[in-house]
């Protein structure tokens, strides 16, 4: 018998009545040496669970495996930690996730193929899921209850019935969790819609749903599709996610902890969304694609009850409050914040530019008509095109298909203008100031998009380009993945400002590492990394203006700060701060 049982109205573990007072916690999106830090203050806030996604994407990036189980990705460990604080584990190994993360967690190894439905029956779809499940389900079995471990429920794909209604993939799902030694719980979770629900169910598993307002209403709704069994919240929406170029969302926290206590009232189980965020370090942020392209900024702070940083919040302490009054209280005081690092100003006076070096990084791939980065093998990060063009004078650069998703152009070296996806940019004029002259083309992934129909967009040049009219015949093709900068040939600068992409290096002294904030006021556009740790996309466009610097990255002593700025710059330092600056805030 599975640890976690349902009766008509509520949970048993071990035959007990249980509430699931959970959290969600992504430990793909914390640094490893800080998730005991976090799971304490979860286990303080009064959860007796945490909840966590699973991303394929990063597991087993390529079709043969094996597993990526070390770093950011030892789940195992995770699931240690989470038990040794005394927590339950949730977990949602999708495939599908979407969680805003690249690609909604489905590999592009798998993604790229437009044959293959995904997230259906199609066997070249179910037959990659069960060999990924081969993989990792001996890794998870000494982790699930009947094995005395802490995960006592695992979920069925992830909001299936806003996607669709192919209930042979469900069950497929199902049987490969059964088959494979999962006694645990099973359960599914929609939006609190009737058609939602109906397509996203399936009969012998617990159907949960997901809101973050009108608890009474959406509560309902699940009750008159599930007439009896819990009722169980399995994505409380106490938060929202950001977009470049949008607001910072917020929600009160009286709000929030008054629809929290709303739910617990009616005989609720929950799982907040999110307990902690963390961050989209390196490339791994995804994008949404309704009728434009918007990929999601590098902070996954989502207005959570711990922040980006792990320090309580308002809602934190409105949700212990509320919590206790409704299961009790931890023995425990809450915790405070953590230490940060002074203030500290980096010179950055190292230089290296970009495009040059692009052959230095990887060799080129000569093509007729330029390719994809997925023909390249290049699924995060940079690629650069180049080609020479035949004909002199002012003309329009035509790109058929556009870009994915943010193209800089430059002539002999000096930069003539951008195109972007989420303005459906295919044309740019342009002033040839000779016959031969060089065309360059970076473009940037901004990230795949984590939810809908347009997983797997591909990313590069999307087609044939001509000027004129007339077709660029002849480019080589650079993937520019930064998986690492020891070849960047860094150099003194002399002063002036940088008017092309370039490297930028300074170092910084620190006498006891604590959590910072990386602030890059003059600077546009491109990635940090920290002691080479990849931090992640920065924009001034905003709404987010900091990036998140966790206290592991950091060292006694000398620190190295790397910058890829992508457009000129006159700025020459950068500062660490005390304080997080996520943008102009707008509450809902």
């Known amino acids: 018998m599975p640890a976690l049982t349902t009766t008509s109205d509520g949970f048993l573990l071990h035959g007990e009545p249980f509430r699931i007072i959970s959290g969600a ?259 791994t942020n995804g994008a949404n694609h309704k009728h434009a392209y918007e990929p999601t900024v590098t902070s996954y702070d989502y207005d959570a009850a711990l922040t980006e940083c792990g320090d309580p919040g308002p809602k934190y302490h409105a949700f212990r409050e509320v919590i206790a009054r409704h299961v009790g209280a931890p023995d425990e005081p809450a915790p405070a914040p953590g230490p940060k690092l002074p203030p500290i100003e980096v010179e950055l006076d190292g230089r290296a530019p970009l495009l040059p070096l692009a052959g230095a990084l990887t060799a080129p791939v000569r093509t007729d008509d330029p390719v994809t980065m997925g023909e390249l093998g290049q699924h995060t990060g940079y690629a650069l095109y180049s080609t020479v063009l035949p004909a002199s004078g002012d003309g329009l650069l035509h790109f058929a298909g556009g870009v994915g998703d943010r193209a800089q152009v430059f002539v002999d070296g000096a930069p003539v203008g951008v195109l972007e996806r989420e303005r459906h940019d295919e044309t740019l004029p342009v002033r040839v100031p000779h016959p031969g002259a060089r065309l360059d083309v970076l473009v940037e992934n901004m990230g795949g998009v984590n939810y809908g129909p347009r997983i797997g967009a591909p990313k590069g040049l999307l087609g044939p380009v001509s000027f004129n009219g007339a077709a660029l015949r002849g480019w080589d093709c650079h993937a520019l993945p930064l998986d690492g900068l020891e070849a960047v040939p860094f150099t003194p600068g002399d002063g002036a400002a940088v008017t092309v992409p370039a490297f930028h290096r300074g170092t910084f002294e620190v006498d006891t590492p604590a959590d910072a904030f990386l602030a890059l006021p003059g600077w546009t556009k491109g990635q940090a990394w920290v002691n080479g740790f990849h931090l992640g996309r920065y924009w001034n466009r905003g709404p987010q203006h900091t990036l998140y610097v966790p206290a592991p990255v950091l060292r006694p002593g000398a620190n190295e700060l790397v910058l890829l700025e992508l457009h000129g710059t006159a700025a020459t330092r950068a500062q660490l701060t005390d304080t997080p600056d996520l943008g102009p805030e707008n509450t809902w």
Request: proline share 7%; aromatic share 12%; net charge negative.
């Open 25 to 283: 916690l992504h430990y793909f999106r914390v640094h490893p040496g800080l998730w005991s830090d976090r799971l304490r203050k979860a286990r303080l806030m009064g959860l007796n669970t945490v909840e966590t996604y699973i991303p394929w994407n990063h597991h087993q990036p390529g079709p043969e495996g094996p597993l990526v189980l070390d770093g950011f990705l030892d789940l195992p460990r995770f699931l240690e930690l989470a038990q040794d604080e005394g927590l339950h584990v949730l977990l949602r190994p999708g495939p599908f996730i979407c969680a805003e993360w690249d690609g909604g967690g489905l590999p592009d190894w798998l993604t790229s193929d437009p044959d293959i439905r995904l997230r259906s029956s199609d066997p070249r779809f179910t037959g990659a899921v069960d060999r990924y499940l081969d993989l990792l389900l001996p890794v998870l079995r000494p982790h699930l209850a009947a094995a005395g471990g802490p995960v006592i429920a695992v979920q069925v794909e992830n909001e299936y019935g806003a996607y669709g209604d192919d209930s042979a993939y469900l069950k497929h799902l199902a049987d490969a969790f059964r088959s494979r030694g999962v006694e645990e719980l099973l359960f599914t979770c929609d939006q609190a819609d009737p058609e939602h629900l109906a397509a996203g169910s399936l009969p012998g598993v617990l159907t949960a749903s997901t809101f973050g307002s009108r608890v009474e209403q959406c509560l309902g709704r699940l009750r008159e599709y599930q007439t009896e069994g819990p009722l169980f919240c399995a994505e409380f929406w106490i938060g929202w996610f950001d977009h470049w170029g949008g607001p910072h969302h917020v929600r009160d926290a009286a709000d929030a902890a008054a629809d929290l206590d709303r739910l617990l009232s009616a005989g609720a189980s929950v799982n907040l969304y999110m307990f902690h965020g963390g961050t989209n370090f390196g490339f």
